[in-house]
């Protein structure tokens, strides 16, 4: 398969939350502000690319009855190690993500990845494959975070678009968490619309 | 005694795992095509949390906590919960053949489930002791089955609604279950809880 399809598959075409449905935890669960939509989605997109690496590099040597456990333990330390470094350098995003960083490790699009592509292809087209689907993730994140933050806040990465008088009384339940399972709803929605009919 | 009552409250309506917490979305959405898959899968849930919250209590704080181990805590977690859900596995189809029916094709399903390792670090970053975090595990439990057999009433007759073609499914899921939350978001301030 040519390179750049491997590449955009995952960011668009097979895009894990709003095409595929999977991963919807954290994409509902933190896309209340595009700030934290944006970090978790980089979380994600870092410990997808490592482990998609690394599992690659040893995908000749992991015993076929135990490849499940090794991923996990592969993919539970990349989750260690950005759980550890978000602590240390971004404490305000940390705070905000909370359990879902740790919980990065049960992501299914991470092990996905992980059975089906990383553990029988090459370094480069793992490499390319695990940023084209951490990168669709951080999209989706950040789109959802986007049109949450804008209707429930009134503001965009804290810098208000709107003036006084939708200040004063946003869409709160926007940021709250009904929010999110309505706008993910209308998302798919519109891509159940308009985007399939161009593919079929 | 009255901090467990609160403890209980709280778990199982104001912060109720699936609808404002967005953990286990994967078998809320999933699973709850049916009133019966949904009462099994919650049963399981229930048993696994409960389960899952005493062994990871007893790891952290016997084992992590004094050997300064704390660091592995992600990997040491999820590895207990996996061979916990393989052995109870095994155990309930020999001995409990009627319970192993009742609940056992879901108990793979949880076992990577987001809801169960959650809760797991939830009882360890809320500073619970074994306690609490028994109760914590059951209210949850509890708040996550009665929200899935709920959701699953409502999805039975979305089968029949007629609905815009482009709605069927997923999106309409969605809404119902954002509307639910709406509904569950008047829980909030009860007792003063948040």
Redesign the interface.
């Known amino acids: 398969m040519n390179r750049w399809n491997l590449f955009t598959r995952g960011l668009v075409k097979e895009n894990a939350v709003l095409v595929l449905?999977?991963g919807?935890?954290?994409a509902?669960?933190v896309s209340g502000t595009v700030r934290d939509a944006f970090g978790m989605g980089l979380a994600a997109t870092f410990v997808l690319l490592f482990s998609n690496v690394i599992i690659s590099i040893m995908r000749k040597k992991i015993p076929n009855e135990v490849r499940i456990?090794v991923f996990?333990?592969i993919i539970?330390?990349f989750?260690?190690i950005i759980?550890?470094v978000m602590q240390a350098f971004q404490p305000d995003l940390y705070r905000a993500l909370?359990?879902f960083v740790?919980?990065i490790?049960?992501?299914?699009m991470i092990?996905g990845r992980a059975e089906a592509f990383a553990s029988k292809n090459s370094i480069i087209n793992s490499i390319l494959d695990g940023l084209g689907v951490g990168l669709g993730f951080t999209l989706a994140l950040t789109v959802m975070g986007a049109v949450r933050e804008i209707l429930g806040n009134g503001t965009f990465l804290g810098m208000a678009i709107f003036g006084e008088g939708f200040k004063k009384s946003p869409v709160i339940?926007m940021i709250?968490?009904?929010?999110?399972?309505?706008v993910?709803?209308?998302l798919?929605?519109?891509i159940?619309?308009y985007v399939k009919k161009e593919t079929q | 005694m009255k901090n467990s009552a609160l403890i209980f409250l709280s778990a199982f309506l104001v912060n109720n795992i699936v609808?404002?917490?967005?953990?286990?979305?994967?078998p809320f959405?999933g699973v709850s095509t049916a009133v019966e898959t949904a009462t099994g899968m919650g049963m399981a849930v229930i048993f696994v949390m409960t389960l899952a919250s005493w062994i990871t209590w007893i790891v952290y704080h016997g084992v992590l906590l004094p050997f300064n181990l704390v660091?592995?805590?992600?990997?040491v977690f999820?590895?207990t919960i996996?061979s916990l859900v393989q052995l109870v596995e095994m155990f309930l189809k020999k001995y409990y053949r009627t319970l192993y029916n009742a609940m056992g094709i879901y108990l793979p399903l949880i076992t990577?489930?987001?809801a169960i390792?959650?809760i797991t670090?939830?009882n360890i970053?809320n500073k619970f002791n074994f306690m609490n975090a028994t109760v914590f595990a059951i209210a949850t439990g509890i708040g996550f089955m009665v929200v899935m057999i709920t959701f699953a009433a409502i999805r039975e007759r979305l089968d029949l609604a007629p609905i815009?073609?482009?709605?069927?499914g997923?999106?309409?899921?969605?809404?119902a279950?954002?509307?639910m939350?709406?509904a569950f978001?008047g829980f909030s301030g009860l007792f003063g809880l948040s």
């Open positions: 449905m999977i919807l935890c954290p509902l669960a456990p996990i333990l539970s330390t989750v260690t759980d550890y909370g359990v740790p919980l490790v049960v992501n299914c092990l339940f709250l968490p009904p929010g999110a399972f309505l993910i709803g209308v798919k929605a519109l159940n619309k | 609808l404002m917490r967005f953990l286990g979305l994967c959405f660091f592995l805590r992600t990997a999820i590895l996996a990577t489930n987001c390792l959650g670090f939830l970053d815009n073609p482009s709605l069927k997923y999106p309409i899921s969605f809404i279950a954002g509307l939350a709406l978001l």
